[in-house]
Antibody, heavy 120, light 107 residues
């Protein structure tokens, strides 16, 4: 059974930093593109970052470029999102998500999400 | 960026009735469109990928169609568990984008 479990969410002040982690199990982690998708309270879904199997390609939505860094450790079956210079508008549930074997493959599995609240 | 527009924003349907949801892309995305269902407090669930292929375990009452810029999700006979928000999604062009969602509620 595919499982994605996020951790590391919480309350942080504007300008602060946070690192999200995602522990993957039930599939060959190193074979899949992985992503972070967020959802602000009461709003829709927004793709945040996307990473190739071997880490050689990374993509970010414009609003987080230069502030967020996606990374992975295939030996630990783990995905990460380092977030710095956080803003109130970054407040959201952040989902770890599995893509496919191609960049254009849709997400097929989602974690339950980690809530990040940016507030003073 | 490919902008996805969904209509209607809200669809009120009685149980057992048919629901038709639309998604329009601002440029052609071939058949690279997926549909997700999301219930309150839950993560989205993949329903359809490749515009028309049902994901594993998805009931046959869900069907998808379309290509290019016009896509449709049809729920043939709504069950109580189908009342939710539905999102379309493309990753044919970066950045990957989602539509704003269609809420299907009980009439």
């Amino acid at each position: 059974e595919v499982q994605l479990v996020e951790s590391g969410g919480g309350l942080v002040q504007p300008g602060g930093s946070l690192r999200l982690s995602c522990a993957a199990s039930g599939f060959t982690f190193s074979s899949y593109w992985m992503s972070w998708v967020r959802q602000a309270p009461g709003k829709g879904l927004e793709w945040v970052a996307h990473m190739k199997q071997d880490g050689s390609e990374k993509y970010y939505v414009d609003s987080v470029k230069g502030r967020f860094t996606i990374s992975r450790d295939n030996a630990k079956n783990s995905l990460y999102l380092q977030m710095v210079s956080l803003r109130a508008e970054d407040t959201a549930v952040y989902y770890c998500a599995r893509g496919g074997t191609r960049r254009s493959s849709p997400i097929d599995y989602w974690g339950q999400g980690a809530l990040v609240t940016v507030s003073s | 960026e490919v902008v996805l527009t969904q209509s209607p924003a809200t669809l009120s349907v009685s149980p057992g009735e048919r629901a038709t949801l639309s998604c329009r892309a601002s440029q052609s995305i071939s058949s690279n469109l997926a549909w997700y269902q999301q219930k309150p407090g839950q993560a989205p669930r993949l329903l359809i990928y490749g515009a028309s292929t049902r994901a594993t375990g998805i009931p046959a009452r869900f069907s998808g169609s379309g290509s290019g810029t016009e896509f449709t999700l049809t729920i043939s006979s709504l069950q109580s568990e189908d009342f939710a928000v539905y999102y379309c999604h493309q990753c044919d062009n970066w950045p990957c984008t989602f539509g704003p969602g269609t809420k299907v509620d009980i009439k």
